[in-house]
């Protein structure tokens, strides 16, 4: 493989579902989220934990808003449901760490 740029990296490694991390992520979702489906997926594109894959090898990509609409384009916001929803995850998992 040829680099492109600084920018270019290898796909990161699948974290462990078994990981106390992945497990209050989940416990967060359902707090936050009634009746949903918690599976793994592969995130496309690149985000910022690729910064820490040397400090940790269970990095946890995950974005608490669903309706992805008006993410990265024209215009770029969320609507105000989605960001209580998040704030809402964010605040349980934080809790549940603390």
Same mark, same amino acid.
């Given at each position: 493989? /040829?680099? @492109?740029?600084? &920018? !270019?990296?290898? !796909?990161?490694?699948?974290?462990?579902?078994?990981? #106390?991390?992945?497990?209050?992520? =989940?416990?967060? =979702?359902?707090?936050? +989220?009634?009746? /949903? %489906?918690?599976?793994?997926? %592969?995130?496309?594109?690149? /985000?910022?934990?690729?910064? &820490?894959?040397?400090?940790?090898?269970?990095? @946890?990509?995950?974005?608490?808003? !669903?309706? =992805?609409?008006? #993410?990265?384009?024209?215009?770029?916001?969320?609507?105000?449901?989605? +960001?209580?929803?998040? =704030?809402? &995850? +964010? +605040?349980?998992? %934080?809790?549940?760490?603390?």
């Amino acid at each position: 493989m /040829t680099r @492109l740029n600084d &920018f !270019a990296d290898e !796909a990161s490694a699948a974290s462990p579902t078994e990981s #106390m991390g992945f497990q209050k992520v =989940i416990k967060a =979702i359902r707090q936050n +989220y009634a009746n /949903t %489906l918690v599976a793994p997926f %592969l995130t496309v594109g690149a /985000t910022d934990s690729r910064q &820490f894959k040397n400090v940790s090898g269970s990095i @946890l990509r995950f974005s608490p808003v !669903a309706d =992805i609409k008006g #993410m990265h384009g024209v215009n770029e916001r969320v609507g105000i449901q989605e +960001y209580k929803n998040g =704030i809402g &995850f +964010y +605040y349980r998992l %934080l809790q549940d760490v603390k």
